[in-house]
């Protein structure tokens, strides 16, 4: 029996992992809302070509002093999963964030 760690995505089976990638990204918490990305909107695209991430994000802001922590944790978040030995972050302001991208729990829990 192999002792290398299993994957949650090599478990669920083919055709899941990049669903299963976004729902690792809900463990990066944008710390100025303390609410996740996924949920806040922010990840606009993630693809997976063989164990390497591709995942294009975007800030509230473009002047968003929190940029470079978000991309770090994005990169943590994957290679702790164990399904990917890269990732590469991109992040864009085209589309321009707005709240209307927020999930409906998230606005909810704004008020909004």
């Not at 002093?65 to 085209?94: K, Q």
Request: one cysteine or more; a negative charge.
């Amino acid at each position: 029996m192999s002792r290398e760690l299993l994957s949650v995505t090599r478990l669920v089976g083919p055709g899941t992992e990049v669903a299963q990638l976004r729902e690792e990204l809900r463990d990066v918490i944008d710390p100025e809302l303390g609410v996740d990305i996924v949920s806040l909107g922010l990840v606009y695209g993630l693809e997976l070509n063989g164990r390497v991430a591709a995942v294009l994000i975007t800030t509230t802001t473009p002047a968003c002093p929190l940029g470079e922590y978000i991309t770090d944790e994005v990169r943590r978040v994957l290679i702790e999963s164990g399904a990917v030995d890269r990732v590469e972050v991109e992040i864009t302001h085209r589309p321009a964030w707005t709240p209307e991208m927020m999930s409906a729990e998230v606005k909810q829990a704004f008020g909004w």
